[in-house]
């Protein structure tokens, strides 16, 4: 369990399944999400939620409001141990809970947790490029814009430029402090 | 394969089968690691199969041979953790003619250099037995400090002997051996 101020991250539980099998199935949600292109059956969705349990090779999560209602999820993959990086991935089902602060902390919570527990040096993510509730979420927990792949996804009958973003361990401490 | 000043560390095969199974049952070799019971060709060769496909998670395993090609001992970083950044060393040089004689620390140097600057490791430590002086003295020179001692921790030959706890960080081989390479190599 990882408490935020508004949120809580906790390991995923089969019970998870209705709630991200309504989510991946909501068009308004997957648009901004390259993994979900295709509708997804209930049994596809189960394998993803049966997930190995979270270790340094990956974690992944739970996002819960402080009252316990489930949110979403978060996660880290293709974590590499000699250069010490992660990617990471967030996505926001419930979209009553979207602009109101929770992604951002769900993302802080999590990076204080790569940063500070499995003690990684550096977590990148890939953002498109017109999403910029996203964008403004990820600058705002201590991502720097480090290049754009130019029409790297195709969604929706076009291609769409992506924006690759990283902060460093030496980074999130300072935006740490600003909050504190 | 890595290259030291004297010694090369490459991966076990199953062609070094009838050297370590000589070595793992020659008791002035053993008597200095945590090996007691006589083994098979069997147990060795499944030894050999076993062993670590040489990665960040499994750990590294290594034959050390000389310049000229003579395999005389191998060498591991096990127990490797990447949050810690941490993993253990055991080294063994399984002939004896090739004791006292600088083949251990260029082969221990040369692994200490592939576990900081390639792994990304942050502190690899060992346990040396107390009776072990050779060894002692040989992880002194090649920067390994001493952090504690565990008291009988070790049966053997008919009495307890206590391993004492040694491990080198990262930026203390940079200070010692980076800076000495730099300096051989401007010719000072």
């Known amino acids: 369990m990882l408490e935020g101020s508004l949120v809580r991250l906790r390991a995923m539980e089969p019970g998870d399944l209705d709630n991200t099998y309504k989510w991946a199935n909501d068009r308004e949600v997957t648009l901004w999400l390259t993994s979900l292109r295709y509708p997804m059956s209930r049994k596809a969705e189960e394998q993803w939620v049966d997930a190995p349990t979270n270790s340094f090779d990956g974690v992944r999560l739970a996002i819960d409001t402080k009252d316990g209602k489930h949110i979403g999820a978060i996660n880290l993959y293709r974590v590499n141990p000699e250069d010490r990086k992660a990617g990471l991935g967030i996505m926001i089902g419930e979209k009553d809970h979207w602009s109101n602060g929770h992604g951002t902390d769900a993302i802080k919570t999590l990076l204080s947790f790569a940063f500070d527990e499995m003690n990684l040096h550096r977590v990148w993510l890939h953002a498109f490029a017109d999403h910029e509730r996203a964008m403004a979420c990820y600058l705002k927990c201590g991502f720097r814009e480090e290049g754009r792949l130019r029409q790297e996804v195709y969604q929706d009958g076009r291609y769409y430029d992506v924006i690759l973003m990283g902060v460093l361990q030496a980074e999130f401490a300072e935006v740490r402090n600003g909050d504190r | ?188």
């Open chain 2, 1 to 188: 394969m890595l290259e030291g000043k004297l010694t090369i560390l490459r991966p076990l095969e199953e062609t070094d089968l009838e050297r370590v199974y000589k070595w793992i049952n020659d008791r002035e070799v053993t008597r200095y690691l945590a090996a007691r019971y006589p083994l098979s060709r069997k147990d060795e060769a499944n030894w050999l199969a076993s062993g670590p496909a040489n990665s960040f998670e499994a750990g590294v395993r290594l034959a050390i041979e000389t310049k000229d090609g003579v395999h005389i001992g191998n060498l591991d970083l096990t127990q490797v953790r990447p949050e810690d950044r941490k993993a253990q060393m055991g080294v063994m040089i399984g002939e004896k003619d090739y004791w006292g004689a600088g083949y251990g620390t260029d082969a221990i140097l040369t692994l200490l250099k592939f576990g900081f600057h390639d792994m990304n490791l942050n502190r690899i430590w060992l346990h040396a037995f107390d009776f072990n002086d050779r060894a002692y003295a040989c992880y002194l020179k090649c920067g390994f400090q001493e952090e504690g001692r565990l008291r009988q921790h070790y049966y053997t030959e008919g009495r307890y002997w206590d391993s004492i706890v040694m491990a080198i960080l990262r930026h203390e081989f940079d200070a010692l051996h980076v800076a000495a390479e730099k300096a051989e190599a401007a010719g000072v």
